[in-house]
């Protein structure tokens, strides 16, 4: 029990590179502030990628990369307006079901069952307090597909570290050690969340870090 205690006194006092400030909570926009800031970007992604569409004096490779824009912006107003509906009905949320659980400690469950002995090494962090009340299944079964999805593009001599990390009302899963990705891998990645009930919300990232590969995060509310 004091061990125990103890763990989670000395982790909770780490705090990673990208974390955001302690009082994150207390000057955090609200969800329907955040969802139409973003909502409203992207749109104007939109619009402006159709002008230099129409305007016809792009060259090919420019309006190869035009569309591409306007295709991710497509992509990311769907994945947030599916992250703001799911998050207002998401039993996850305190008070309204859910079972306690741990992301750190599901994180290295699913860590201990795709470790092999030929195998890259999975490492697992954490940062911050990462409870929270969840469907634990369908968590454990997204933090394994994401597992998955990076093993399947791992990094050149490269191992796989999975950072459980909570601040204010939300937890964020990463998964460091993948290489560069194809758009269309890309894609796949982002759809990793529809594989899962909805109800558990959340929202998914690819981040292209320079000289530091990609890193896939799923964020959720607690």
Not at 48 to 72: F, Q
Request: net charge neutral.
């Amino acid at each position: 029990m004091k061990a125990t205690q103890a763990k989670r006194s000395t982790r909770a006092l780490e705090t990673p590179e990208h974390a955001t400030a302690p009082d994150e909570e207390a000057t955090a926009p609200d969800l329907g502030t955040l969802v139409h800031g973003v909502v409203n970007s992207t749109a104007a992604i939109t619009f402006a990628a159709s002008a230099l569409r129409a305007g016809g004096e792009l060259t090919e490779s420019g309006l190869e990369t035009v569309t591409r824009m306007a295709e991710a912006a497509e992509m990311v107003t769907k994945m947030v307006k599916t992250f703001a509906t799911a998050s207002r009905t998401s039993p996850a949320h305190p008070g309204q079901g859910g079972t306690a659980a741990d992301l750190y400690e599901i994180c290295c469950e699913v860590a201990e069952q795709r470790r092999s002995d030929d195998g890259p090494a999975i490492l697992c962090r954490a940062f911050g307090d990462s409870r929270g009340r969840w469907d634990r299944a369908q968590l454990a079964a997204l933090v394994g597909l994401m597992v998955d999805a990076a093993l399947a593009h791992l990094d050149s001599g490269a191992h796989l570290t999975l950072s459980a990390s909570g601040y204010g009302r939300h937890v964020r899963v990463d998964v460091h050690g993948l290489g560069l990705l194809s758009p269309k891998a890309r894609r796949v990645c982002l759809e990793i969340p529809s594989q899962v009930d909805p109800a558990l919300g959340g929202l998914m990232t690819v981040t292209v870090g320079r000289g530091r590969g990609t890193v896939l995060s799923m964020h959720l509310p607690r």
